[in-house]
T-cell receptor
């Protein structure tokens, strides 16, 4: 069965600190991988996606993620966080060619100015 | 352009009542998805449509839940005889195509069953 694990429930960082949020998935087949972000009071927005090709993908606002197939992981990184990155981050997976997503439970990021 | 629009934004209803939640997708988007998100959890897939055809309803928790998209645009998620455990955020999303196309989410409807 498909599942997505996000091990960090709440992460607190100071501005300029580096960020890495873990995501591991279980899925029977080839996958598409996503990170979505939800800023306070807003809807879920796509941060970045991996369909195929270069396993290091770059998204908006300086975020990037690396697909490591052997580890079933798709960790999200940012070298230097800002206060405005305070949000909830969701990792998601779908089967290749499918669109319906399976989400992790989310990681709440709080950045302290 | 306009994003995915959901209404109402908040709905409070008494146990046993029926509710209808509406989703207006981005114009021209082929696929429409419904998700439910309980507090502290990620969104959970309920069902999705390509045009007016319901392609997958495997995530609907029981037969009190149904969805339709009769003209391939606006969709309604109906919950009959609501129960307290139905309280959650209900999220709608649409995508440009049915294949490898990112989902665009609406703001959701917060349903509270008292």
């Amino acid at each position: 069965a498909q599942s997505v694990s996000q091990h960090n429930h709440h992460v607190i960082l100071s501005e300029a600190a580096s960020l890495e949020l873990g995501c591991n998935y279980s899925y029977g087949g080839t996958v598409n991988l996503f990170w979505y972000v939800q800023y306070p009071g807003q809807h879920l927005q796509l941060l970045l996606k991996y369909f195929s090709g270069d396993p290091l993908v770059k998204g908006i606002k300086g975020f990037e993620a690396e697909f490591i197939k052997s580890k079933f992981s798709f960790n999200l990184r940012k070298p230097s966080v800002q206060w405005s990155d305070t949000a909830e981050y969701f990792c998601a997976v779908s089967g290749t060619g499918a669109n319906n997503l399976f989400f992790g439970t989310g990681t709440r990021l709080t950045v302290i100015p | 352009g306009a994003g995915v629009s959901q209404s109402p934004r908040y709905k409070v209803t008494k146990r046993g009542q029926d509710v209808a939640l509406r989703c207006d997708p981005i114009s021209g988007h082929v696929s429409l998805y419904w998700y439910r998100q309980a507090l502290g959890q990620g969104p959970e897939f309920l069902t999705y449509f390509n045009y007016e055809a319901q392609q997958d309803k495997s995530g609907l928790p029981n037969d009190r839940f149904s969805a339709e998209r009769p003209e391939g645009s606006i969709s309604t998620l109906t919950i009959q005889r609501t129960e307290q455990r139905d309280s959650a955020m209900y999220r709608c999303a649409s995508s440009h195509s049915s294949y490898n196309s990112p989902l665009h989410f609406g703001n959701g409807t917060r349903l509270t069953v008292t």
